[in-house]
């Protein structure tokens, strides 16, 4: 099983995908960074463009931890499940596209040992991804905004019903919770996503399946007409990773929904194995 | 197959945790109404977008009085009133156990009010954010009390921003020497879940307009829930931070009559 995982590892580093997704990330702090500044123009009319923190009542309340904050929960909803997709989904598709499966499944390695080795690698990839775009979005606040505390307002980014306020080594704290919940809630959309890729022989129809899959539930999700079926929708629970930065943690919600979390990933995966071993490969 | 039952224990384990972690349904707080010595409701009394006149209507004034006689409450902070005459007569309504006033100021077609059941209460207009707001001093049972009826603007953030802060810097003038509570119509959208962007201007303005409130007010009527249709909460009760006890909290659901599309909201404190 180490010898499997070392050489997926290996495969993981020398993909020019994992790099790719990375680059993106940095891409996109770039935007949001760009995006700041012109709105900080726009709304003082060019007097303050060097500080985000004067279109706010509170002068306190914009800083390197906020714009963190901000770009963090923009990016996880429909940016980092992308490249999680893209990820999971070439696992065992691209085995079977680039005709390697078959002659993998010949050595003496259980199906099941490979898809779960396939699994972990995906989860690391994830882990990595999103704790490189926490600390790069951190980072740059830090040059570029500065530190403070992290204060929230109701409204924006929904997180809390009145002001409150996170000192900024709690805050900081929060930013390492974030990394570990939001890679458990990414693990999720990673387990369909190898299940798309056991079921088809094509990496891109698997990354696709598992997109339209998450996006559809997630827009149907914000419909506020279908609220009521919210519950049964996987990205309803996956929200949970955001719970760390409310200043008091919901501990009972967040362990029950990182359980739902953990029962479709594990369930999604039992169904992956079962699938693969029954597979006929034929590529 | 080690591979398989290590995912099925997981998978159960995952199973009992949600289970486990599963929060009991919220039994509903029951509060003592006890020792209660105010009581105060808000009603934007106007009709939905969809009507020619959005304006408070006549025929609904009998069913409005059937309401704030069952409520019993001791201020009403009214909204949307096309004037002083349609005030008039829900005074009559009212057996004249109140006594009011209409903000009746500026360029608007309608305008705010105020019901106090003390006979030697005294009326103020506000001017904030090019609007007016109206205040009422009077003296409860145990306090001086002042009581602001505002209604920001429907269809401007920044509007209601500018509205805000003005009547909430008027507000807090006068904190020292009574306890003042803000009710009315603010239009804020906070519920952020709702918007078709992530972030937006409005949602920012609205989400510091009440934020500048709660720095030394407290939204009493935060537990009661939606007060307009569309699932919005946008009619607020604010009081003083040191307010002792907060009884009864409620929007009264079954009130609105014709085309409204407000609830009144009650909220009971001891002063």
Known sequence: MLTLLKLELEKLFRAKSFYLSFIVLIGFVVLMLWGFYTYAARKTGGQAVEQFKYTYESKQ??????????????????????FVSMSAGSQIAGEACTGTLRMMCTRPISRASLVLAKFLVTALHAGLLLSFFIGLNLL???????????ELYPGPLNLVDVPGKIMRDEALMRFAYAALSGTWALLVVAALALLCSVISDSPVQATVMTIAAYLM??????????????PYFFTTDMDFWRDVFKPDIPWQSLWQS?????????????????????????T | MWVKLILALLFGLMIAGAVHFKQPPELEEIKSANNVSFRL???NIGYAELEDDTRAHDKDLPAVAEVILRADPDAVALQELTGAAQLNVLIGLLQSKYRGSVAQYGRGDRFEAILIKDAHATFMPVAAGGRYGLSASFRSATANVVL????????????????????????????????VFIAGD????????????????????????????????????????????????????????????VGRTEVLRNAAVGRMDHWPLLVEVNL
């Open chain 1, 61 to 82: 309340y914009f800083n390197g931890l906020t714009f963190a904050l901000y770009s963090v929960l923009f990016s996880f909803t429909l940016l980092l499940p992308i």
């Open chain 1, 140 to 150: 740059v606040g830090l040059i570029f905004v500065g530190w403070g505390n992290l």
């Open chain 1, 217 to 230: 539930l997630y827009i149907v999700g914000r419909v506020e007409f279908f609220e009521h079926l919210r």
């Open chain 1, 258 to 282: 990182a359980c739902i979390c953990g029962a479709y990933t594990t369930g999604l995966l039992l169904a992956a194995v079962v699938i693969f071993e029954r597979k006929d490969i034929v």
């Open chain 2, 41 to 43: 409701l808000t009603w």
């Open chain 2, 148 to 179: 602001l009826s505002a209604h920001a603007d429907a269809f401007n953030a920044a509007r209601r921003r500018v509205y805000t802060e003005d009547l909430i810097d008027w507000a807090e003038a006068r904190t020292q020497s009574a306890d």
């Open chain 2, 186 to 245: 603010f239009n804020f959208e906070l519920k952020a879940a709702n918007e078709t962007n992530v972030y937006t201007d409005n949602l920012k303005h609205d989400s510091e307009s009440y934020s500048y409130i709660l720095r030394n007010f407290r939204d009493l009527g935060r537990d009661a829930g939606d007060t307009a249709i569309n699932d919005r909460r946008i009619d607020y009760i604010f009081g003083p931070t040191k307010l002792r006890q």
